[in-house]
């Protein structure tokens, strides 16, 4: 259900979480119009996600349950899993600078899809269309 290529659409709250993150002004601003694109691709408990911005291009792949590696844009590591509850991903990742987590979900609402992130209590969304 998740199959497909995404683009963003529109954020919400997502200057004041990147704040919260610790990251400047001016790349905050920059990732506010990343156009973010991910080409996600499911078999199973496998996923592949293409991901493309004006920052980067990027592949990941991850198995639910499995624990993983990621870094942000800015270099910031990050572990941690996704797993799947009911028809919504849920992803618990700890950043490797400081041990904090960052949580987050993706969910189809509308035909949209919905990333949610939560850093230190403050909550943001992004959220894709289909292309
Ligand atoms: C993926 O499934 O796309 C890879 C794993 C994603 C991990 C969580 C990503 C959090 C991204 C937060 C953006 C923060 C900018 C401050």
Same mark, same amino acid.
């Given at each position: #259900?998740?199959?497909?290529?995404? /683009? ?18 001016? /790349?905050? /601003? &920059? ?16 996923? $592949?996600?293409?991901? @493309?911005? +004006?920052?980067? @291009?990027?592949?990941?792949?991850? $198995? ?11 270099? $910031?590591? &990050? +572990?941690? #899993? ?6 919504? &991903? /849920? ?10 987590? &960052? +949580? +987050?979900?993706? #969910? ?7 990333? @949610? ?13 289909? #292309?």
């Amino acid at each position: #259900a998740f199959n497909g290529t995404w /683009k963003i659409d529109r954020n919400d709250n997502y200057d004041k979480f990147m704040e919260q993150m610790g990251i400047n002004l001016m /790349k905050r /601003k &920059l990732a506010e119009h990343d156009n973010l694109k991910l080409i996600i691709e499911q078999n199973g408990d496998k996923f $592949t996600i293409k991901e @493309s911005s +004006t920052f980067r @291009s990027k592949d990941i792949e991850f $198995t639910l349950g499995v624990q993983f590696d990621y870094s942000l844009a800015d270099g $910031t590591e &990050l +572990t941690g #899993a996704w797993v799947m509850e009911g028809d919504v &991903l /849920k992803g618990t990742f700890t950043r490797k600078d400081n041990g904090k987590i &960052l +949580t +987050t979900t993706r #969910a189809l609402v509308g035909g949209e899809l919905v990333q @949610s992130y939560n850093y230190e209590g403050v909550d943001a969304k992004r959220i894709f269309k289909k #292309a």
